[in-house]
């Protein structure tokens, strides 16, 4: 049986302790230690570190990134440089320009380089794609995510485009495997932060799909919801829930003259799906390592992290320009 992966973890914040959790119970990894000035005593069995080249001095294999955005960049360009593996929290950095430069180190140096959009991993996303690429929805014309609810105190550094709204922006690729032509965007700023706190974007995907998200953190309640609208009906994800539900268009005649002169769709059967509901945090850890292990596994690339990265910033450029359009082609 070949030695475990040595694993190492740079900022132990909200998110941070939540790594540090799975990375404690990961098979085939040694948690070795953790770096964050502000901790005085480690979790799960790892020791603490003060900085990164001391992490890196302990011969670590891969490193997860998930201290503040803003350092992204440089932590990361540092573990390039030392030839160690890293999952970078999302967004991958704060710009665009930061977000190519980790891609190239990575790319450059031969090592695996990933970026953590756990939403990926939610269950009723993971099904919703592959009944998709199953063409069980026949041709999608629309997808509409949702994403509200309180102000995390923990966001300092970027608004609510690059903290959550990069969620969004990577499932709807995801799902539909399509890319962004286009996108416009309004944003709102009303929490006294120099960052914006609510933003309505609309945008085009390749394959004629149109695509809509709202999302802030003014909101009392939570919601998470992404809804495909296709040729045969709608597919509605709750990934609060890990819920998946098809609403499909009706095949039954109408009779009533008010209604079987609707040249629409109308209302059909609803299924609720049953699917196994794994920890997206732990599957995604799962497929990073064995990315690290040279398995051919679905991880988030840094092209792709670096592209939605572009995304976000061309709504931050939309709404700074009056909601103009932003060509992505």
């Known amino acids: 049986m070949s030695a475990p ?8 914040g909200a998110m941070g302790r939540n790594h540090a959790r799975i990375l404690g119970q990961l098979d085939g990894v040694d948690f070795v230690a953790i770096s964050d000035p502000a901790l005085e005593a480690g979790l799960f069995g790892a020791d603490v570190v003060p900085d990164v080249e001391s992490l890196i001095a302990l011969g670590i294999d891969y490193a997860v990134v998930a201290c503040p955005t803003s350092l992204h960049e440089e932590v990361g360009l540092a573990l390039a440089s030392a030839g160690v593996h890293a999952l970078i929290e999302k967004p991958l950095a704060s710009t665009v320009e930061g977000a190519a430069r980790l891609e190239k180190a990575f790319g450059d140096a031969g090592l695996v380089g990933g970026v953590g959009h756990i939403e990926r991993y939610n269950p009723s996303l993971q099904a919703l794609r592959a009944k998709l690429e199953e063409g069980e929805l026949g041709q999608i014309y629309q997808v509409v995510t949702r994403r509200q609810g309180p102000f995390p105190h923990r966001i300092a550094d970027v608004g609510v485009v690059k903290d959550l709204a990069t969620h969004d922006i990577d499932i709807a690729s995801f799902v539909t495997g399509e890319s962004y032509l286009d996108i416009s965007a309004r944003t709102v700023t009303k929490s006294g932060r120099p960052h914006e706190d609510m933003v309505a974007a609309v945008g085009t995907l390749s394959g004629d799909i149109i695509v809509s998200h709202l999302v802030n953190w003014l909101s009392p309640m939570k919601e998470r919801c ?4 296709g040729e045969r009906g709608a597919y509605v994800a709750d990934t609060l829930t890990a819920d998946l539900t098809f609403h499909r268009n009706a095949t039954v005649a109408l009779d009533w003259d008010a209604l079987s002169a609707f040249r629409g769709v109308a209302e059909g059967d609803v299924t609720r799906f049953a699917i196994p509901k794994r920890e997206p945090l732990l ?8 990315a690290v292990l040279g398995q051919d596994t679905d991880i988030v690339t840094l092209a792709q992290g670096r592209r939605t990265v572009e995304v976000a910033q061309a709504m931050i450029d939309s709404a700074d320009g009056g909601g103009q359009r932003v060509d992505l082609a």
Request: charged fraction near 25%.
């Open 5 to 12: 992966l040595r694993a190492g973890l740079i900022g132990a």
């Open 226 to 229: 992404t809804v495909i609208t």
């Open 283 to 290: 599957v995604e850890h799962e497929t990073f390592r064995d």
